[in-house]
């Protein structure tokens, strides 16, 4: 049995992947912050299942001591501060986290488990102001946010670890990738769970930023499966994980409004306090390498993702359990 170590396993991402794993008969580790509020929803519905270790990204000895008892065969690093707008809030601590954070967890891999596979969630924040379109595993990186920045960092110091010490260390450029279990911080769920209020009645408005930023959005379902095919290669390399289609912050409004038979034109007020102080107007990815190379290909179009998002709102706000 394989055992795998997932950092930031309470996450979207985490929760996603944790179940894929499990699917593939591994025995599952999740290393989780010791905080005084403990949020498990993501995973609540297959916890038993799973071991919860606590360490932290911002301690090394904890981290050494967490792979000298786990021993995995595959390490996910998932964990990061991951919302764009706090990282220019808190952006020495995005920087700790989403930047070191990596370096600490390779260099305890190094010292601990230097056989393991190491996969890095990269981010197509990275790319910012893009330099060329669509976006390739060889693009330039030109971060536009404290959150790219560090970003930029962890994947280039997971090449480095790579490249100096022989570790299989791997790293997935994904691109942005929703779900039902998304954060309510992040545009797309604010939107579907925006939608779903205001149909049943109990929201009235919804206030919004940059209508014509544009993203390459895909299925977190999707993705995780490509964090998983990488770290089944017998060589170690990056990859874009992208749907390579782009849709603006209207398309995404019009479709979910539309599926509950409402105009967004009717609810959307333009606020400039979400304005971004630095926008990152058009990401696409080129996921020809990921297609090629790992055999992968997202299953879930644009519009069943805005649709799969917006009816689990709907069946939160109507008091039902959703796993989706």
């Known amino acids: 049995m394989k055992k795998a170590l997932i950092t930031g396993i309470t996450g979207q991402d985490g929760s996603y992947l944790a179940e894929w794993l499990l699917s593939k008969g591994y025995q599952v580790t999740g290393m989780v912050r010791r905080a005084s509020t403990e949020t498990f929803d993501r995973i609540a519905h297959f916890k038993d299942r799973i071991a919860l270790r606590q360490a932290d ?25 991951s919302f764009v707008p706090t990282s220019w809030s808190q952006p020495v601590l995005t920087g700790e986290f989403t ?13 601990v488990c230097p056989k393991a596979h190491f996969y890095q969630a990269s981010s197509s924040e990275m790319f910012g102001k ?20 560090a970003k930029a960092y962890g994947h280039f110091i997971t090449v480095n670890y790579r490249e100096s010490y022989n570790l299989f260390a791997c790293s997935g450029i994904l691109f942005n990738h929703e779900s039902p279990r998304r954060g309510k911080e992040f545009v797309t769920r604010k939107i579907t769970d925006a939608v779903a209020r205001i149909k049943l009645g109990t929201q009235k408005e919804l206030r919004m930023g940059n209508l014509d930023a544009k993203r390459d959005w895909g299925f977190a379902g999707d993705y995780v499966r490509a964090m998983w095919m990488m770290l089944q290669q017998d060589r170690a390399d990056d990859y874009v994980v992208a749907t390579g289609e782009t849709h603006s912050v209207r398309k995404f409004l019009e479709i979910a409004f539309a599926h509950v038979g409402l105009n967004y034109e009717d609810y959307v007020v333009i606020d400039p306090e979400f304005i971004r102080p630095a926008e990152v107007e058009l990401l696409l990815g080129n996921p020809a390498k990921a297609q090629a190379q790992l055999g992968w290909k997202p299953a879930v179009s644009f519009e069943q993702l805005v649709t799969m998002m917006v009816d689990a709102d709907l069946d939160r706000q109507m008091g039902k359990t959703v796993t989706a």
């Open 57 to 81: 990204l911002l301690d090394q000895f904890s981290l050494v001591k967490l792979l000298d008892e786990v021993q995995p065969d595959e390490i996910y690093n998932l964990a990061a501060m």
């Open 99 to 111: 930047a070191l954070g990596v370096t600490k967890v390779l260099e305890a891999m190094r010292m």
């Open 130 to 149: 893009v330099i060329e379109t669509p976006q390739t595993e060889t693009t330039p990186f030109y971060p536009r946010s404290p959150y790219g920045v």
